[in-house]
């Protein structure tokens, strides 16, 4: 069995579902349900919340951050909150026994802070994984391979709808469109502002892809919460809608009202899996000790975290 411990019990680390739950949105429930982990306990701050997650999930309550270390840990969640993950790399990243490390979204707030944990993670011989939910979930690789192998034809333009911050919850939205298109060519912002948090702005932000523009829209979430993106392609147009729990593909045929004319009207629904997707996460890392090593997730934040940098300083 794998031994994994978790920093931080909050609410992506314990407190979104339980045992009993269908859904699998937590570190906690991923190393409980999938046999092949062993969890052997929590850390945080607030030794409260470290008790009551070890007695819901397992495992042991410790009182720091190198006792839980002692352990002998092969995998380490991080679950702080962002401004933190950085200085708990620091932490964990020398601990001889830790092969791999999952890590909260973002990785971290500065194209400083990303450099290093690169040329520490190479030096010290770690894999990490970053917690971009819809990028292990199936349905959502599916939208990627289908498009690479030309299902959809050539992408002409796209909308997407985000709020609570640019770096917080935008780069859900960035790592979605690196990993469908690789690269973003350039950008032109056209409005910012604070909803929540005072060192993470909203940008409307225009991003240069392929032969199309993506337009990203922060929408204040201190109205509602919203994440949806849409896009349009030679064949068809694809909408996530509900956060992603919701995928909508409508291929081109040709109309039955005007004779020669063509629209969007062959509908394909797909209920996605995302309330499963700690559990495809697991998956992953249970393949990387098994020497099946397919996760590039960390090679895309950095990726990210140039664009936002450069978005930050314009």
């Known amino acids: 069995m794998i031994r994994a411990g978790i920093i931080g019990s909050g609410s992506i680390a314990s407190g979104y579902d339980d045992k009993n739950s269908d859904r699998l949105l937590t570190h906690g429930h991923m190393y409980y349900s999938l ?27 410790f009182d720091s951050i190198e006792s839980l270390l002692d352990s002998k840990l092969q995998v380490i969640s991080i679950c702080v909150p962002d401004e933190y993950h950085y200085d708990v790399f620091n932490k964990v990243v020398r601990d001889e026994n830790i092969k ?13 802070e990303i450099r290093d944990i690169e040329e520490k993670i190479e030096k ?22 289908d498009y690479k192998f030309g299902k959809y034809g050539e992408f002409i333009y796209g909308t997407g709808y985000y709020g609570k911050g640019f770096v917080h919850n935008g780069s859900h939205m960035i790592d979605f469109l690196l990993q469908m298109f690789s690269k973003i060519d350039g950008f032109e912002i056209s409005k910012s502002y604070k909803d929540i948090y005072d060192d993470d702005l909203n940008y409307d932000i225009s991003l240069n892809i392929r032969n199309g523009v993506f337009n990203m829209v922060s929408i204040d979430s201190r109205n509602y919460s919203i994440f949806e993106m849409e896009f349009l392609f030679e064949k068809c147009r694809i909408k996530v809608l509900n956060s992603g729990f919701d995928i909508v593909i409508e291929f081109v045929g040709d109309s039955s009202v005007f004779k020669g004319y063509k629209n969007l009207n062959k509908v394909k629904n797909i209920d996605t899996d995302l309330g499963r997707h700690m559990m495809y996460l697991g998956k992953e890392v249970i393949d990387y000790f098994g020497e099946k090593d ?19 300083r314009s």
Do not use: H
């Open 35 to 61: 046999d092949e982990f062993e969890l052997i306990g929590f850390y945080d701050v607030n030794r409260n919340r470290s008790i009551e997650a070890s007695e819901k999930w397992g495992g042991d309550s």
């Open 100 to 112: 791999v490390i999952i890590m909260e979204k973002p990785v971290c707030k500065t194209l400083d």
């Open 124 to 145: 010290y011989g770690k894999k990490m994984f970053v917690n971009y939910s819809r990028s292990y979930v199936p349905d959502f690789k599916n939208l990627v391979t």
């Open 294 to 312: 397919n996760n590039d997730s960390f090679k895309r934040s950095k990726l990210q975290m140039n664009l936002i940098t450069e978005v930050l």
